[in-house]
């Protein structure tokens, strides 16, 4: 099986040589890095094309964001060959010497979908403030009894191709993964292994806790709506960026 590892980027032109590095460095053989971009213009493009002179590495460029998070890492799928997906941040909080232990399930034919999950025993998110943490793990474990998993949030997994673009067509902004096991949770093996998120060292962070705040109360009202109320379409849950918290 082939593996693509997806990365959406919007401004993270100070992360992209060290991501690349780091992931060359796993000593793992992926096929190539297909760097998803919504129209950052800090360098970010220009670095990935020079870059991929040299290394297995391809640009993606979308104009518009479409479906945010989302619409870029479904565009990463379309665009690639590989049948095996590993999807992470530019930032380097998804530390890229754990890929490996996500691709292994999927290997091993033991699972379909690989979450690098927080909140299972060995996963952490050393230094973030109190208020960033409730938060997290309040609207995770909210989501708990549609998902069954601890960290359905999360931006770091692996995944089969054709289950991310059977399950992920329609997904918006950060909720990706949520939307794939909700949807596909009658046939989807799932596994969660831990990792510990690093803090983003470079490029601006874009949390706040008027944002964290915010996106809570929206994903606290969209999952009520769903659990009780039967919502048609997951599609209905908040469309925010503000990726894995
Ligand atoms: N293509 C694309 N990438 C995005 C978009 N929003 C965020 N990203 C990227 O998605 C990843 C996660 O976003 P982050 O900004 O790191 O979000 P976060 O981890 O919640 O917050 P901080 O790291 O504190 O800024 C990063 O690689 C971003 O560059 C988007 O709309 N389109
Ligand atoms: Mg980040």
């Not at 493009?45 to 460029?61: D, M, N, P, S």
């Not at 998110?125 to 998902?147: F, M, N």
């Not at 601006?204 to 109360?217: P, Q, Y």
Request: glycine share 8%.
């Amino acid at each position: 099986m082939e593996t693509a590892i997806i990365v959406p980027t919007l401004q993270e032109a100070e992360n992209i040589e060290a991501l690349i590095t780091q992931i060359e460095q796993t000593g793992l053989p992926f096929a190539e890095i297909v760097f998803v971009d919504d129209g950052s213009t800090d360098g970010t493009r220009e670095q990935i094309r020079a870059f991929g002179e040299k290394r297995r590495v391809r640009l993606v460029e979308r104009e518009g964001p479409d479906r945010g998070l989302a619409g870029a890492i479904v565009a990463g799928a379309e665009s690639t060959a590989a049948s095996l997906l590993v999807v992470m941040d530019a930032d380097l909080s998804h530390p890229p010497r754990q890929i490996g232990a996500l691709l292994r399930p999927i290997l091993m034919n033991e699972a379909d979908l690989v979450i690098g999950s927080r909140y299972v025993r060995g996963g952490a998110t050393p230094g973030w403030p109190v208020w960033r943490r409730v938060i997290s793990r309040a609207a995770s474990g909210l989501a708990y009894p549609l998902t069954g998993v601890r960290d359905s949030m999360c931006g770091f997994f692996a995944i089969r191709r054709d289950c991310l673009l059977r399950f992920a067509k329609t997904a918006v902004g950060f909720k990706i993964v949520f939307e794939v096991i909700v949807r596909g949770r009658k046939t989807l093996r799932v596994r969660e292994v831990p990792i510990v998120f690093q803090n983003r060292e470079r490029g601006r962070s874009k949390m706040s806790l008027t944002e964290a705040v915010r996106f809570a109360l929206r994903w606290t009202r969209a999952i009520i709506r769903r659990l009780f109320y039967r919502s048609p379409s997951v599609s209905a849950l908040p469309a925010r960026k503000l990726s894995h918290d």
